[in-house]
């Protein structure tokens, strides 16, 4: 069964600091897809990062528009991280971790697996 944790969510003002940390486990295959995404109040879940490792291997990563040149994803051993920098207070919302086996994809609805989400707040 594939379990995802996120941890590392916080309180930051602009122009601030936090790294995203999602503790995986239990994929079926050495394929897989690793994202995160985001959700602020009365808006829909968007694609923020997304990691794809084969066999070991990281073949692919992808960003937002909104986040390119300052969020970074990476992965090291069953953990994927979300470095983020230069945050600005529209990057405030709940972050969460998602997987997928398989295909790297950005489409929120490919995603099967989810954690459980952490906050990400941003002050000006």
């Known amino acids: 069964q594939v379990q995802l944790v996120e941890s590392g969510g916080g309180s930051v003002r602009a122009g601030g600091s936090l790294t995203l940390s999602c503790a995986t486990s239990g994929f079926p295959s050495d394929i897989y897809c690793t994202g995160w995404f985001r959700q602020a109040p009365g808006k829909e879940r968007e694609g923020v990062a997304r990691h794809w490792l084969v066999n070991g291997r990281s073949k692919f990563t992808g960003y937002a528009d909104s986040v390119k040149g300052r969020f970074n994803i990476s992965q090291a051993g069953n953990v994927v991280y979300l470095e983020m920098n230069s945050l600005k207070p529209e990057d405030t919302a709940r972050y969460y971790c998602?997987?997928?086996?398989?295909?790297?994809?950005?489409?929120?609805?490919?995603?099967?697996?989810w954690g459980q989400g952490t906050e990400v707040s941003v002050s000006s």
């Open positions: 998602g997987a997928r086996s398989g295909a790297c994809t950005s489409a929120v609805s490919a995603f099967n697996y």
